[in-house]
């Protein structure tokens, strides 16, 4: 790596912000009609994030549970999006290519800078790990007033990998540049 590329990195990162605040969907008509019956079935998946975001030294400050359902995706996003208390928004699951998951298709049009090179370098992590079927995700990440968003598959070894390897390591010097704190 160019020296001087490296140095510009770190002191990117060195004003990246600190003390995070995430909220976490997940997107699970299935889990979503359980609830409505009174069964609890536990999101590993937010668990997952819940224990990496807090080792990480940020917070978990919000959990919703939709239907893949475009109005109600919609809803929690425009919900979070105007809270103060949140930095990073991420969606779990309706990333495939499955009729019903459209989280992607609901949540895109919305972003005003798109992260390609989230889903990119994700599914090349993913194909080291579930092998082709990693083309299957679409998952997208991106900038809408000032907040991040990622859309991830739902399950837990995917938001685990997504968390450990990109989300914490680079959402505070995202927001940074994205907030004009350069």
Do not use: C
Not at 19 to 48: C, M, Q
Not at 86 to 101: H, K, L, Q, W
Not at 126 to 133: A, F, I, K
């Amino acid at each position: 790596m160019d020296k001087d590329l490296g140095s510009s990195i770190a002191e990117h990162k060195r004003k990246a912000l600190r003390d995070l605040r995430y909220a976490f969907v997940t997107v699970s008509t299935s889990r979503f009609d359980a609830e409505l019956r009174g069964e609890r079935i536990p999101d590993v998946s937010v668990e997952v994030a819940r224990e990496l975001i807090e080792r990480h030294g940020d917070k978990l400050v919000s959990y919703i549970l939709v239907p893949d359902n475009p109005r109600l995706i919609l809803e929690a996003l425009v919900n979070l999006l105007e809270r103060n208390d949140v930095d990073v928004v991420v969606f779990s699951g309706g990333t495939g290519p499955a009729p019903s998951d459209v989280t992607v298709e609901t949540v895109e049009p919305l972003l005003e800078k798109r992260l390609a090179g989230f889903g990119d370098v994700f599914r090349g992590l993913s194909y080291q790990e579930v092998g082709s079927s990693a083309f299957l995700s679409n998952a997208i990440a991106g900038v809408v007033h000032g907040k991040l968003v990622f859309l991830l598959p739902g399950s837990p070894d995917a938001v685990r990998e997504a968390f450990e390897k990109l989300i914490l390591p680079e959402s505070g010097h995202v927001l940074s540049i994205a907030r004009g704190h350069r």
